[in-house]
């Protein structure tokens, strides 16, 4: 036996300790936990835990992590996997933990049910808090409508190692996703993240099976996303509507939407259908309606042009039947509608318009947003017409996706070094030397365009205190420019006036 046995023996006791404590691990189950972990470490005997738990990262997690690496049980590149296999041991299994979120639910309600799940999900590290932190976060006041920005620091970019080692694997078709039920427990691979540590809620949605999950990347606040059990293609239906508003039912205080069915204009996985909900602190909720309409034919349906920086219809009401029958009528209609005389053009060797919807509940009014969208290209507008231009792409060049339509945008973590290195150019820190910045390997390459407009506004001898505001400045204002790209009826006299021609075409009327 290796010297060290009677550390790696108490670190062992330590986690077991900890799941007590943290994870409700049950009696029992710690036991059997236990002797999973002594045979995972090839150690013969358990130790006794420390009076006082060291910390949970470094002091426990780390240090078994490390003896296992160290002793050729786990593999060095594959450290977070090996991580989450063994905290997976220590986390009681899904059927109990869906056995006690519903034992809250039925006493204390769903939001105490939620909180369990999530606070669960953060003390077995399947979301990683202290790295969530790292992110860059900030308000952009705005006159539109405030949004809310946030740098991604907590998803490091992957290293050229890490991408070799992903090409080495052969392919497999096992989960075939990583939204796939089938992911429930998933040891992980290079290139597919462990799942050993996730725990799932199952539901119906329109009687159909699906299930709840948080999402580990937290973009805002109980971040989740309902899954499909099927592994089944995006599509923007009646069915969607129908299950976003049983979602709102069954978790109030959450709302529920979906990306879209389209390429430019959906999320990044389009195979298997899902929308992302939580807790309803998205810019676009607190927007009012800019103006209103009526359909005879629905009078319990509040009809509404909200006041947003995109083309956002807000149907609410008391009558879940009539708002989806007006949504399923807005649907039909928007996917066939054109109006050259504003650019909007349905189909042209493929069908461009459809919807991003979302669902949200309060008290016993129901809403359903929806967000018109056209994913056409055409030769001026290669990356999409309605899509933001190439001069923000140093910004931004991915799809613009429900949770950015809404005003929470997710930057890429690149920029917090690129914008540092941007003020100490404002700041005169570093010099102007645009024969360096246009050299294509320099990452300030792709910022050409706005640090010399910055240079031209501002000049380069601000205090760094102001560089950074005019950088951030610079930033929220693309962002606004964003949103605006994606608005199919522009915020202008002739863009409302063709809004209400379409809810008009509806007999809609104001
Ligand atoms: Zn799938």
Redesign the pocket.
């Known amino acids: 036996m290796p010297k060290q046995n009677t550390s790696i023996s108490k670190h062992v006791a330590n986690l077991i300790k900890y799941a007590k404590e943290n994870l409700n691990l049950n009696y029992y189950d710690a036991i059997y936990a236990q002797n999973s972990l002594l045979a995972l470490l090839k150690i013969s005997e358990p130790a006794d835990a420390d009076a006082k738990l060291p910390d949970f990262q470094t002091g426990i997690v780390d240090k078994i992590v490390d003896y296992a690496v160290d002793n050729g049980i786990a593999d060095p590149k594959a450290k977070l996997l090996f991580e989450t296999k063994v905290l997976g041991l220590v986390t009681p299994c899904p059927s109990l933990v869906m056995q006690e979120f519903d034992r809250r639910v039925r006493i204390n309600g769903v939001e105490d049910a939620t909180n369990y799940l999530n606070d669960l999900s953060v003390k077995n590290n399947y979301i990683r808090m202290p790295d969530i932190q790292k992110n860059i976060k900030w308000t952009a006041n705005c006159p539109g409508g405030d949004l809310t920005i946030t740098i991604n620091l907590s998803k490091p970019e992957k290293s050229n190692e890490q991408v070799a080692l992903e090409r080495s694997l052969p392919q497999t078709n096992y989960?075939?996703?990583?939204?796939?039920?089938?992911n429930l427990g998933f040891e992980g691979t290079y290139r597919h993240p462990a799942r050993e540590t996730i725990r799932i809620i199952p539901m119906f949605l329109n009687d159909e099976p699906w299930f709840m999950q948080f999402s580990p990347y937290v973009y805002f606040d109980n971040h989740c996303i309902a899954?499909s059990q099927n592994?089944q293609p995006m599509a923007i239906t009646p069915l969607t509507f129908r299950r976003l508003m049983d979602f709102t039912e069954l978790f109030p205080h959450y709302f529920l939407g979906s990306n879209a069915d389209l390429p430019i204009v959906g999320g990044s996985?389009l195979?298997?259908e899902h929308y992302q909900g939580g807790k309803k602190v998205l810019p676009m909720f607190t927007r009012p309606i800019r103006k209103s309409f009526a359909s005879d034919e629905y009078p319990s349906v509040n009809i509404g042009i909200l006041d947003w920086y995109n083309s956002v219809i807000k149907l609410s009401g008391r009558v879940k039947e009539d708002i989806q029958a007006v949504a399923e009528k807005i649907l039909a209609a928007w996917r066939r509608y054109s109006d050259v005389s504003v650019g909007v053009i349905a189909e042209t060797d493929a069908p461009h318009n459809t919807i991003t919807p979302i669902a949200t509940m309060e008290d016993d009014t129901y809403s359903l947003y929806l967000i018109l969208r056209n994913n056409r290209t055409d030769e001026s507008h290669p990356y999409g017409i309605y899509h933001p231009t190439e001069d923000m792409h140093n910004i931004k060049k991915e799809g613009i996706g429900l949770i950015e339509a809404m005003g929470t945008f997710i930057l890429p973590g690149r920029l917090a070094s690129e914008i540092t290195k941007v003020v100490e150019i404002l700041s005169g820190a570093h010099s102007l030397n645009f024969a360096e910045l246009s050299d294509e390997s320099n990452p300030l390459c792709k910022h050409l365009g706005m640090i010399a407009q910055l240079v031209n506004d501002h000049g380069v001898t601000n205090t760094p205190e102001d560089a950074e505001k005019a950088v951030i400045d610079y930033i929220n204002n693309t962002c606004v420019r964003i949103l605006e790209c994606t608005a199919v009826f522009k915020n202008t006299e002739i863009g409302q006036q063709a809004f209400e021609k379409f809810l008009n075409s509806l007999e809609i009327k104001a």
């Open positions: 989960p075939k996703c990583m939204l796939c039920l089938e899954i592994h996985i195979a298997h």
